[in-house]
């Protein structure tokens, strides 16, 4: 019984821990918008420190706002947020 209950108190650890790291990735991207041809460099927090997985993230929320998403040029934890802000401008954590 005590096994199983370590067991479960290590996997509610576990699932707590990859929470808190998960709501620390950022990605920088590249989007456009159409008529008249609009570009921007942002910053956006996503759920995933998987490049895959926040590319179709910040594909979807940009596409909610009327923007369509280039590239996603990195994902990052809290350290790289400092040196992107002044690039980002107002795009920067905006999404």
């Known amino acids: 019984m005590k096994q199983i209950l370590s067991s479960l108190a290590l996997g509610a650890l576990i699932s707590l821990g990859s929470a ?5 990735c950022y990605a920088d991207y590249k989007a456009k918008q159409d ?34 998403l280039l590239n996603v040029l990195s994902v990052f934890g809290p350290e790289g947020l400092d040196q992107r802000k002044a690039n980002a401008g107002k795009f920067y954590l905006r999404f």
Do not use: I
């Open 35 to 68: 008529n008249p041809l609009r570009l921007h460099y942002g910053v956006m927090q996503v759920s995933a420190c998987d490049k895959g997985q926040a590319k179709q993230e910040v594909g979807q929320r940009l596409q909610a706002s009327g923007w369509t």
């Open 20 to 24: 808190a790291s998960a709501a620390e």
